[in-house]
């Protein structure tokens, strides 16, 4: 219940909506804020933050910011996942077309066949 404490202390009022960030509260939260649990830990701290954003556009840039970096790193770590797997099947990307996939398999007879 802390968090909900928190969150109606912290809306509205800059000082201490400034404090969470000085304090590295904000970082904590954002980390938080994705794990889903049973006692909704999660979407307390996003509610919190949310609160912490609430008529503070420092802080709600702050807080976009950490979102935004959290997304990149996962959209990277997706990306590298997925290279390897297409590596392990013998596929790789086309430099010259973006969505399309090369082989280095070679297929026996591929190049008597008549079009």
């Known amino acids: 219940y802390i968090l909900q404490i928190l969150a109606g202390l912290c809306n509205g009022y800059p000082e201490a909506q400034q404090l969470m ?3 590295k509260v904000v ?16 979407p307390m701290a996003e509610n919190l933050l ?6 503070n556009d420092q802080v709600s840039k702050f807080v976009e ?3 935004d970096d959290t ?10 996942k997925r290279k390897r797997l297409l590596k392990q099947m ?5 430099r010259k077309q973006k969505n399309k ?3 280095d398999v070679q297929i026996e ?3 008597t066949l008549s079009k």
């Open 21 to 23: 960030v000085d304090m």
């Open 27 to 42: 970082e904590m939260l954002h980390r938080v804020e994705g794990i889903a649990s049973n006692n909704r830990v999660g």
């Open 50 to 55: 949310q609160a912490l954003q609430n008529n």
């Open 65 to 67: 910011s950490l979102r």
């Open 71 to 80: 997304r990149l790193k996962k959209k990277r770590t997706a990306l590298k």
């Open 90 to 94: 013998g596929f790789k990307r086309s």
């Open 101 to 103: 996939l090369t082989a």
């Open 109 to 111: 007879g591929i190049d």
